[in-house]
């Protein structure tokens, strides 16, 4: 359990954070069959529970996800603007996502992908449009995202993993865009891939369809960090966490907003400069911002850090 120096219960780090006093991080989250919620402070654990089809993602799962991370988002620091609701409990910072059993994630359920023979170019659509918000959403978090890897991530598997702001491998991870196996495309994790590791790898990565190792996935980009088994991820999850934690949380929120409107500009470069701009005057004079200088100056910890 993670404890925090606390300022104040009203923490505004940026403009047009909701505040609510009354609103409690214990309200109840979705119900749930086929994933694990488990909150420790400010951090929750996400957990994949399809063990039998190595959390094959069908309709259902996403389903529970998409829920789960809209609660989490509803609930985080960056949403709320403030560390710690009504009673005391610390809003959300990190989620760490993981799958049960042997594998992360095996991609779409062959079940469901199989059923899609038989579905209108609209119902395909609409399934395709499912998934998309399930990887959008978790690319666009308030929170700090870790995701842990072991075993395989195929297909919408890497589409998960390309979506984390941190991902963890083990000696025997293996990544696939393995659609193209199946004569069908990459398409709706095509955006996040690219995002991750660029246009060449990509491309490489989409034709070929096959598994790469850990120690490539690595190098290109695909993943963070490795562990030479799973027995060592939650040191590692552990030692990220804590950093994060000293991070301001609305920096944290924001530092994604940032690379997500240079990563879209359309407009002048002085534009964008002068955007950057702004955006640095207003985190300066924020609540946040000022509270991350004193403390520097007076040499204690900020309102955010925690005491363990």
């Known amino acids: 359990m993670h404890h925090y120096l606390i300022l104040n219960t009203v923490y505004l780090g940026c403009e047009g954070a909701i505040a609510m006093s009354d609103f409690s991080i214990g309200d109840l989250s979705p119900e749930i069959n086929q994933c694990g919620l488990s909150i420790d402070g400010p951090v929750a654990n996400i957990t994949l529970q399809r063990e039998k089809v190595f959390n094959a993602l069908n309709p259902e799962l996403i389903g529970e996800l998409c829920a789960l ?11 709320r603007g403030q560390l710690i609701d009504g009673d005391g409990e610390a809003f959300l910072r990190v989620i760490v996502l993981r799958g049960a059993g042997k594998h992360f994630c095996a991609g779409a359920d062959i079940g469901w992908m199989q059923a899609s023979g038989a579905q209108t170019a609209e119902e395909n659509r609409d399934d395709a449009e ?40 083990e000696s025997n991870t293996r990544i696939a865009l393995s659609e193209g196996k199946l004569g069908i495309l990459p398409a709706v994790i095509g955006p996040y891939v690219y995002q991750r590791i660029g246009s060449a790898q990509t491309r490489r990565l989409a034709m070929l369809a096959s598994k790469i190792p850990v120690d490539e996935a690595l190098r290109i980009g695909m993943i963070d960090q490795k ?5 060592l991820f939650d040191g590692v999850i552990s030692t990220i966490i804590n950093e994060v934690l000293t991070t301001g949380p609305i920096a944290v929120t924001e530092a994604k907003s940032l690379v997500r409107t240079i990563d879209r500009w359309e407009s002048s470069d002085e534009e964008l400069r002068s955007w950057t701009l702004d955006k640095t005057s207003e985190m300066r004079g924020s609540a946040e911002g000022q509270e991350g ?16």
């Open 69 to 79: 991370l809209d609660w989490c988002s509803e609930r985080s620091v960056g949403t």
């Open 130 to 169: 499912r998934l998309d918000r399930l990887f959008h959403t978790l690319w666009s978090h308030p929170c700090f995202t870790i995701g842990v890897v072991q075993g395989v991530a195929l297909g919408g598997g890497a589409g998960l993993v390309s979506s984390l702001d941190h991902v963890i491998g």
């Open 227 to 231: 562990v030479e088994s799973p027995e």
């Open 293 to 308: 200088l004193s403390s520097f100056i007076e040499r204690r910890a900020a309102a955010w850090k925690s005491e363990d």
